[in-house]
């Protein structure tokens, strides 16, 4: 793509960062807008914008029209994501609304592993733009069969609240933004402590508005209730873990490994075999245990893949790597439905699409702070590794080569036989920084689930099924997460 557009490293990251960071900003509002004008409209509309960004990516040539169609594209993500899980939450009767709520969080995840494979076996035979083929042919099939789909809203219809959605913007916006950059120019820079100071002033204001509005876009009490807020928090952290750890492996594969596009895809694709199956059953397992013993868990068994990682060395294995994804798409999944099923549980029915933008929301913070905290963290200790290295190489070289494993290959190439220590050294130091993030991410999971251990409620809090929803200011603490 860099060499087909011409765009630079800055360039390619806003093509990647700008559909998340467009889409986790518009969440909160498009809920609102399905929960007020229908959510399946609202869907219709998500899949119209999605299909004509995916036109339009086969098309552009430049890196500036290809940012603004993948901003596009996230609009349109926006659009379509809170409005597929309400419309099952808000028209399935309650005896099947579990088992919906495990189907698609299986679909979702389903689509998440696969994605990169998928993307992965097309550009092994094509161009780049072959890796939106898949989603223009999806959001065609969909629209089409969408007018069978039964639809739903609020029938009070109340008023929209602007200033409350263009806070939630702002907030969610300002925090992925900084998340995203974070990786890129630390946590000291001063950018990104800007980014962060506007997202939690923007926060706060929207707490304010919430706290007035007769008709608040989201209550923000509802945080008070320990299920929904574990629920949220768990959600952010297991996919922190697991966008962190494909941003680990993958480039491990190609650059320490030498592996293929392909091949690198398939350590992740095998977290499909344990998260699938177990969101089958983690419904009745939370029934079984509760929230607490499951969302706990769930974050061990992502310290468990975590601690299996650290078993890499320069040469692989690679079996180590399938070790390790297994137990943490096991835990992904653990928590998922619960946590999924706690969110949309202690809301009011008239506001399923807002408990599913606070669901899809929780994802893309915890995806974008993942890529941040896993590269700032990689990059810190790789490039400390290579300080003595470099030192006597001319400046483009030596921030090069500090700069990224790949880039010290390219510049060991340069070098001839000479080059060869270089390239030895940016393995190891690359397979040590990784060890190194490993290693933290271990103790942040296990922090995660004492924190949800000390948090959650325990299981004879729970109401039993079929209980009524809550309005979203009622916030009894037996929560409806059964």
């Known amino acids: 793509m860099a060499r087909e557009i011409g765009a630079s490293q800055t360039e390619l990251t806003w093509i990647i960062d700008v559909y998340t960071l467009a889409m986790a900003g518009l969440l909160l509002p498009a809920g609102a807008l399905g929960?007020?004008?229908?959510?399946?409209?609202?869907?219709?509309?998500?899949?119209?914008?999605?299909?004509?960004?995916?036109?339009?990516?086969q098309f552009v040539d430049t890196p500036n029209a290809l940012i603004g169609a993948r901003a596009a594209l996230g609009v349109g993500a926006a659009l379509i994501l809170p409005s597929t899980l309400s419309l099952i939450t808000s028209t399935l009767p309650m005896d099947m609304r579990d088992a919906g709520v495990s189907i698609w969080t299986a679909a979702f995840s389903?689509?998440?592993?696969?994605?990169?494979?998928?993307?992965?076996?097309?550009?092994?035979?094509?161009?780049?733009?072959?890796?939106?083929?898949?989603?223009?042919?999806?959001?065609?099939?969909?629209?089409?069969?969408?007018?069978?789909?039964?639809?739903?809203r609020d029938e009070d219809q109340p008023p929209i609240d602007v200033w409350g959605a263009l806070a939630a913007l702002i907030c969610v916006s300002a925090l992925v933004a900084a998340f995203i950059q974070a990786g890129l120019d630390g946590w000291s820079d001063p950018k990104i402590i800007g980014l962060l100071s506007l997202g939690v002033l923007a926060g706060g204001a929207f707490a304010a508005i919430q706290l007035r509005r007769r008709y608040p876009l989201l209550d923000v009490r509802l945080f008070a209730n320990r299920s929904f807020a574990v629920a949220s928090f768990t959600v952010m952290m297991c996919f922190a873990s697991v966008y962190g750890l494909a941003f680990l492996i993958i480039p491990y594969q190609q650059v320490v490994l030498g592996d293929t596009a392909l091949a690198a895809s398939l350590p992740m694709s095998a977290t499909a075999f344990t998260l699938?199956?177990?969101?089958?059953?983690?419904?009745?397992?939370?029934?079984?245990?509760?929230?607490?013993?499951?969302?706990?868990?769930?974050?061990?068994?992502?310290?468990?893949g975590f601690l299996i990682l650290l078993g890499i060395g320069s040469a692989g294995p690679?079996?180590?790597?399938?070790?390790?994804?297994?137990?943490?798409?096991?835990?992904?999944?653990?928590?998922?439905?619960?946590?999924?099923?706690?969110?949309?549980?202690?809301?009011?029915?008239?506001?399923?699409?807002?408990?599913?933008?606070?669901?899809?929301?929780?994802?893309?913070?915890?995806?974008?702070?993942?890529?941040?905290?896993?590269?700032?963290?990689?990059?810190?200790?790789?490039?400390?590794?290579?300080?003595?290295?470099?030192?006597?190489?001319?400046?483009?070289?030596?921030?090069?080569?500090?700069?990224?494993a790949a880039g010290a290959l390219q510049v060991a190439s340069r070098l001839g036989p000479s080059g060869q220590a270089l390239a030895d050294k940016a393995r190891?130091?690359?397979?040590?920084?990784?060890?190194?993030?490993?290693?933290?991410?271990?103790?942040?999971?296990?922090?995660?689930?004492?924190?949800?251990?000390?948090?959650?409620?325990p299981k004879d809090a729970a109401e039993p099924p079929g209980a009524s929803t809550p309005h979203e200011a009622d916030l009894r603490e037996p929560s409806a997460v059964a």
């Not at 929960?35 to 119209?48: S, T």
């Not at 994605?115 to 099939?141: D, K, N, Y």
């Not at 969101?279 to 992502?302: D, E, P, S």
């Not at 300080?387 to 090069?400: C, E, G, H, Q, V």
């Open 110 to 152: 389903l689509a998440g592993v696969l994605g990169g494979l998928v993307a992965a076996i097309l550009l092994e035979f094509f161009s780049w733009r072959s890796a939106f083929w898949s989603i223009l042919a999806g959001a065609a099939i969909v629209l089409a069969v969408s007018p069978t789909l039964p639809s739903s």
């Open 276 to 304: 699938i199956p177990i969101t089958i059953y983690a419904g009745r397992l939370t029934r079984r245990f509760g929230l607490r013993v499951i969302v706990c868990a769930g974050c061990i068994f992502n310290a468990l």
């Open 35 to 57: 929960d007020r004008f229908g959510r399946r409209g609202v869907m219709i509309a998500g899949l119209g914008i999605f299909a004509a960004s995916a036109v339009a990516l």
């Open 318 to 404: 690679v079996w180590v790597l399938f070790a390790a994804t297994l137990p943490i798409g096991l835990g992904l999944g653990m928590a998922m439905v619960p946590c999924t099923q706690a969110i949309i549980s202690n809301v009011s029915e008239a506001k399923q699409g807002v408990a599913a933008s606070v669901n899809h929301t929780t994802r893309e913070l915890g995806t974008s702070l993942g890529v941040a905290l896993f590269g700032g963290l990689l990059s810190g200790k790789y490039t400390s590794d290579m300080l003595a290295i470099t030192d006597k190489l001319p400046a483009p070289a030596r921030d090069a080569s500090r700069g990224s």
């Open 428 to 457: 190891d130091s690359y397979v040590h920084a990784t060890q190194h993030t490993s290693l933290v991410m271990v103790f942040i999971m296990l922090a995660a689930g004492i924190l949800a251990a000390l948090w959650a409620p």
